[in-house]
């Protein structure tokens, strides 16, 4: 099956699932709010998950089970999760099909099902906080029907049936749904597949060589993962290069809810649940210490970071020997913390995709925390390439988004240089909207944009009428340096003032400043601009400071002539012409004649 057929197969099944298990909400209308479903449903998908997974081995573990009961736990843990063939398993003797047999102790039994899950999937559970709903909907004869509605033929979520990339389409429709009935930002939970398969082709296709042969050991992190999406795209990428390679994921992640969603699908596909983490990136660093081949993240834009400050600038003061030494950026928004928490974690090869909205590529004043962080990435030669995708991509905002690729070991062609591509025209129009996402990334749009990459020239590519455009650039033309331009100050004859030395003083009403780019010489700059129009003025060049912006917009323009007067004209007496033609013929008169 090529890539198009089990994309469409993957977002039919998913579809068909998210729509069956949102149907839940009839049971659940009148007792919980719509912004509430999110209680029930959610956790309720990731137990039958779970069972439809175990329960293929189901009576070889309630075997073992029974004949371990005696044996330390560190061995009948061993014994369990071998007969289970997962790294977790449940020893109740309960199924969704038993316990609706009685109905009258359905709430026991099924607490008392949920509890036979090993320890690892305990945490998971707890991160739902579902017991008290299982208490509202026990109480309200609710519960019974709950159970009843996940148990049809239909509901068979088993990873023979729904891949773990069936799965993270499934949550991603449902936590849309939730995070509109809350009015969230659903962006905050997740990136939709188009953009995701984007990111991860970017991140591989340097790295195809590496990927072939024998013993290939790959480490995947995503800081903000979600519902872990991206690492399984990463996962399916890699395998689909070499099947034999070795795929570690790694995450961490916020929201307890998409947290435990995230975790359990590891489990499922084999992931080791240790390599999750909960908690906020910025002030619990879940993985200290440790490096990784890529990261993959779109972590949240223009949202604050007040909860993680004291911890943030603390680390900010250990300089060097912390994540956040080159600068903080504005308190008002924490995207390039993200950033520099993703270079840390990067190993001396490897390679990260990361998505920004268009303030990270200006914000802040030179010597300011967003310019020096822009400074430290592009002067340690880090920034590989930034590819601008187009609006209305996203679920909850239609503004400019970007894909930066940072690597710390950059082929030798692309050294000293960045590569800036538009990506905004290549899209596909939905025939349905989704929020705010009006569009996709097709896998034709995909390729090409891919390729715009892979060939690092200064060209365009283009589908029809949709362009993509390609542009390198050396490092230094994103560096300028603002010098203050001081004139002197004058009494009230007009006669300029000086200090004691000799020099004259500044009149600080007078003071500006100009940004010189670092490819050009400051002085014959300051003669060049400044001087013809104030004769007097001199530099202060102890004020001088470093800046480093990517003026995207700016660099993609095409200016277009006005088209000439004469031509105007013509048009303008040709409209009129034909305005007295319409005029005559509908009125029967000769225009010229009309008194």
Same mark, same amino acid.
């Given at each position: ?12 099944? $998913? ?9 839940? $909400? ?40 029974? %004949? ?5 736990? %560190? ?7 071998? $007969? ?42 707890? *991160? ?11 109480? *309200? ?63 591989? &296709? ?5 990927? %072939? ?183 909850? %905002? ?119 780019? &670092? ?41 277009? $002539? ?34």
């Amino acid at each position: 099956m090529n890539e198009f057929n089990r994309n469409l197969q993957t977002s039919i099944n $998913a579809q068909k699932q998210a729509s069956l298990i949102w149907g839940v $909400a009839d049971i659940l209308r009148g007792l919980y709010k719509p912004h509430e479903y999110g209680k029930v449903i959610l956790p309720m998908t990731v137990i039958k998950r779970l069972h439809d997974t175990l329960n293929p081995n189901r009576e070889k573990v309630l075997q073992v089970a029974q %004949t371990t009961v005696d044996m330390n736990d %560190t061995m009948r843990n061993k014994l369990l999760t071998k $007969a289970s063939g997962y790294s977790f398993y449940n020893t109740s003797p309960f199924t969704f099909e038993t316990l609706l047999a009685d109905p009258s102790n359905i709430e026991s039994n099924f607490r008392f099902y949920l509890n036979g899950f090993s320890d690892n999937m305990q945490d998971i559970l707890e *991160n739902f906080k579902f017991a008290a709903e299982i208490s509202n909907l026990a109480e *309200n004869d609710k519960l019974y029907h709950v159970i009843q509605k996940f148990s049809e033929k239909d509901f068979d979520m088993g990873p023979d049936q729904m891949t773990s990339t069936d799965m993270g389409y499934i949550f991603e429709e449902l936590v849309r749904k939730f995070s509109e009935s809350y009015n969230e930002e659903a962006g905050a939970h997740f990136t939709s597949c188009d953009i995701i398969y984007l990111m991860t082709d970017l991140l591989l &296709l340097e790295d195809a060589d590496t990927l %072939t042969g024998q013993d290939v050991v790959k480490t995947v992190y995503d800081q903000t993962m979600g519902t872990s999406q991206m690492l399984s795209a990463m996962t399916e990428r890699i395998h689909e290069m070499n099947e034999s390679a070795e795929v570690a994921t790694f995450g961490q992640e916020l929201n307890p809810e998409t947290y435990a969603i995230a975790k359990a699908d590891t489990m499922i596909r084999g992931g080791n649940p240790d390599n999750m983490v909960l908690g906020s990136t910025l002030s619990r660093d879940g993985f200290e210490g440790y490096t990784f081949d890529y990261c993959i993240s779109n972590p949240p834009f223009g949202i604050d970071w007040k909860s993680d400050q004291k911890k943030v600038r603390a680390e900010h003061e250990l300089g060097e020997n912390g994540r956040f030494g080159v600068g903080l950026p504005r308190i008002s928004d924490g995207q390039l913390l993200f950033q520099l928490n993703a270079i840390s974690k990067l190993k001396e090869t490897g390679r990260m995709a990361i998505i920004h909205n268009g303030s990270a590529l200006f914000s802040g004043n030179p010597g300011g925390g967003e310019s020096s962080i822009r400074q430290h990435v592009i002067e340690n030669d880090w920034l590989e390439a930034i590819v601008q995708l187009p609006t209305d991509l996203f679920y909850n %905002t239609g503004i400019s988004t970007y894909i930066w690729i940072i690597t710390k070991n950059k082929s030798q062609d692309r050294q000293g240089k960045v590569q800036l591509i538009d990506a905004s025209k290549m899209f596909e129009k939905r025939r349905k909207n989704i929020g705010e996402k009006r569009v996709d990334i097709s896998q034709e749009c995909r390729e090409i944009i891919v390729k715009a990459y892979g060939e690092f020239s200064n060209a365009d590519y283009s589908i029809d009428d949709r362009v993509v455009k390609s542009k390198l650039f050396d490092n230094e033309e994103f560096g300028f340096t603002r010098v203050t331009v001081e004139s002197p100050l004058r009494d009230e004859k007009g006669k300029v003032e000086r200090k004691k030395n000799g020099q004259p003083k500044a009149d600080t009403s007078l003071r500006d400043t100009e940004d010189v780019p &670092l490819t050009e010489s400051i002085e014959d700059y300051f003669k060049r601009e400044v001087i013809p129009f104030n004769q007097e003025a001199w530099l202060d060049r102890s004020k001088d400071k470093i800046g480093y912006e990517i003026p995207f917009t700016r660099l993609f323009y095409k200016y277009t $002539a006005p088209e000439p007067s004469e031509i105007i004209a013509e048009r303008i007496k040709r409209l009129e012409e034909s305005i007295m033609a319409n005029f005559q013929a509908l009125s029967g008169k000769d225009v010229e004649n009309v008194d």
